[in-house]
């Protein structure tokens, strides 16, 4: 992929360094953004086919929690796509006391910014599913004037408690932002939706490092964001499209079953010059273990043909991490099994919540199982055995996930 002409004098900073703690046990060993997502994908790709797709020629991204998987990734998937040293990996694990924000990234990376000669910095996240073209962006910032654009889309005002909400103003100038509040404001004359923050910003590079250089400016959301609005200085960008913050169970799974279920609601992250690796989960059928490509089944049953319980199995709005497997009579119901657990033979999850939450990670409606919850309910959930002679029975009694 080329660098776009128009694009020269952009940097992009891709904010790769979270931990993703609502997925729960599926981050304990990597970080969110390397998290498998459908087949053949790493969430992190949607973001890194965006840039490549839109001729961003120097993309930087900064890594922190657990990066070992997501570094070793971008190095020989991406590294191809942009040759010469246009992909740079900083790991916060190699600066003094880390990054203590997304915006002191750029602080601990300013020196180099300078001299890459960054006209304006474009700041995405690694960890979102969408498809987008940000010279559209680009261009719309450079024609409203702001040294800062944010990009935001409507989300339903039920939802939008999770978002940094923006009230736009005359002339798309930011005239509020709140993040996360409580009451999130509506978009004039909408008042079922709000205008939220995608987490995606183009902002001059000599007025962000004015603003950087006041020690306590560490986070987008929280500092730079909110100065910008106050004095005036920030417009918003709206855009439509598929976007999805996968950061819960049920935004992951939902979000992985759009792309199986159908046709995939965005672009796929497929472009010239990058590797790509087949991941693959597996499913009994025939009673063999047959390999098919991962990913989330609405229904399967029977796989045989076979009125035998024993002999099907069925997954309902579920899905299958690379590796995993599930045995012939297994019935799953909004459940996502983590790469390389074995569902054993006639285990149903999903049709009973609270059940399911005594071995299980539930989490809105969906509930994740992974091999150590499946050795654990195995060790604690013992049958009773009752003594001869009337004796007394004994059990052994599980605790919920905390």
């Not at 609405?298 to 035998?308: A, E, I, K």
Request: charged content about 20%.
């Amino acid at each position: 992929m080329g660098i776009s002409p128009e694009m020269k004098d952009t940097v992009a900073i891709v904010l790769a360094g979270g931990q993703g703690t609502r997925l729960c046990e599926l981050t304990a060993r990597d970080c969110k953004p390397a998290l498998p997502f459908a087949r053949f994908h790493r969430i992190v790709d949607f973001t890194m086919a965006s840039l490549a797709r839109s001729g961003i020629g120097r993309v930087m991204v900064a890594t922190q929690y657990r990066p070992t998987t997501l570094s070793a990734h971008l190095r020989e998937v991406w590294a191809p796509v942009w040759p010469d040293g246009g992909l740079m990996l900083r790991d916060g694990g190699q600066v003094e006391g880390g990054f203590r924000g997304t915006a002191d990234v750029l602080r601990a990376n300013a020196a180099e910014l300078d001299a890459l000669g960054a006209r304006e910095v474009l700041v995405v996240a690694a960890d979102h599913v969408y498809s987008m073209d940000y010279g559209g962006f680009i261009a719309a910032h450079r024609e409203n004037g702001a040294p800062l654009t944010l990009a935001a889309m409507a989300v339903l005002r039920e939802d939008a408690g999770r978002f940094g909400i923006v009230t736009e103003g005359p002339g798309h100038r930011i005239a509020g932002f709140a993040e996360k509040p409580e009451k999130p404001a509506p978009i004039f004359g909408d008042p079922m939706h709000s205008l939220a923050s995608m987490g995606i910003y183009v902002i001059d590079w000599p007025w962000l490092r004015g603003v950087l250089s006041d020690p306590n400016v560490l986070d987008f959301g929280e500092d730079v964001i909110p100065l910008a609005v106050h004095g005036g200085e920030a417009a918003v960008w709206r855009w439509e499209g598929y976007w999805r913050d996968v950061g819960t169970l049920d935004g992951l799974r939902e979000s992985w079953l759009d792309f199986e279920e159908g046709p995939p609601p965005c672009r796929r992250p497929f472009v010239p010059g990058m590797k790509i690796r087949m991941q693959t989960a597996t499913l009994p059928r025939d009673g063999f273990t047959a390999s098919v490509n991962l990913g989330g089944l609405r229904l399967m049953s029977p796989l045989v043909g076979s009125t035998d319980p024993g002999r099907w199995t069925a997954l309902d709005r579920s899905v299958l991490m690379p590796g995993a497997r599930v045995s012939p009579g297994v019935r799953l119901s909004n459940v996502i099994v983590a790469p390389n657990t074995v569902i054993p033979h006639g285990l149903s999850i999903g049709d009973d919540p609270e059940e399911d939450a005594r071995w299980f990670r539930v989490s809105g409606e969906t509930t994740l199982v992974n091999s150590a919850m499946l050795a654990r309910r195995g060790a604690l959930r013992t049958p009773v055995f009752s003594l001869f002679n009337g004796g007394p029975s004994l059990t052994r009694k599980a605790q919920r996930i905390q």
